[in-house]
C-alpha cells in the first residue's frame, strides 16, 4: 500500500543542508512552497540576519498562507530550518489545528559539506550566506529531532 501524500512537508535543517533543493523538487510534482528565506530576501533581509520582529512577522505571513492553502486542498512545503523542538512543535499543532496531514523531513550533511557548499553559494532568494563561524554555531546549537518525534531523514552529503 502507497504511503499518502501528506497535506504539509515541514523542512528541517540547517543552512547549506539541501532543504531549498528538496523544496524545489516537491514543488516541481506541484506543491507550494513557503520559503523563510525567501520571504525574508523579498523583505530586503539578504545576510541571515532575522530580527525577533522580522522572524514573527514572517512566521505569521507563512502560517496564513499555509492555512490558506490547505484549505484550498493544496500540498505545501515549509522551507526552514525548524531548529528548535518547540518551533516544530507549534508548526505541527498549526497543522493539525487546520486539519492537516503532515510529515517531518530532517535534511542533514556533514558539518564539513554545509561549509563546502557555504563557500560555493552566491547570495540569493534561497541562498543565505553566511560566515562560517556562524554556520558552526548554528550547527552546534541545532535541536536535531529525537525518536520521540515522527520524522523521515534525509542524509544529502
Known amino acids: 500500500m502507497a504511503t499518502p501524500v501528506p497535506d504539509v512537508t515541514l523542512l528541517c535543517g540547517p543552512a547549506c543542508a539541501g532543504k531549498s533543493t528538496l523544496a524545489r523538487e516537491l514543488e516541481a510534482d506541484g506543491a507550494i512552497v513557503l520559503s523563510f528565506d525567501r520571504e525574508a530576501w523579498s523583505r530586503g533581509v539578504h545576510d541571515g540576519a532575522f530580527t525577533e520582529e522580522l522572524m514573527a512577522s514572517i512566521d505569521a505571513d507563512l502560517h496564513e ?93
Do not use: I, N
Open 65 to 157: 498562507r499555509m492555512a490558506a492553502a490547505v484549505a484550498a486542498g493544496e500540498r505545501v512545503v515549509l522551507d526552514a530550518s525548524l531548529s528548535t523542538r518547540a518551533v516544530r512543535d507549534d508548526w505541527r499543532m498549526r497543522c493539525v489545528a487546520m486539519g492537516a496531514t503532515l510529515e517531518l523531513v530532517v535534511v542533514r550533511a556533514p558539518l564539513e559539506t554545509l561549509a563546502e557548499r557555504l563557500r560555493e553559494r552566491e547570495p540569493g532568494p534561497e541562498s543565505v550566506v553566511l560566515e562560517q563561524a556562524a554556520l558552526e554555531r548554528f550547527v552546534a546549537g541545532f535541536e536535531w529531532p529525537g525518536d520521540d518525534e515522527p520524522h523521515r531523514e534525509l542524509r544529502t552529503g
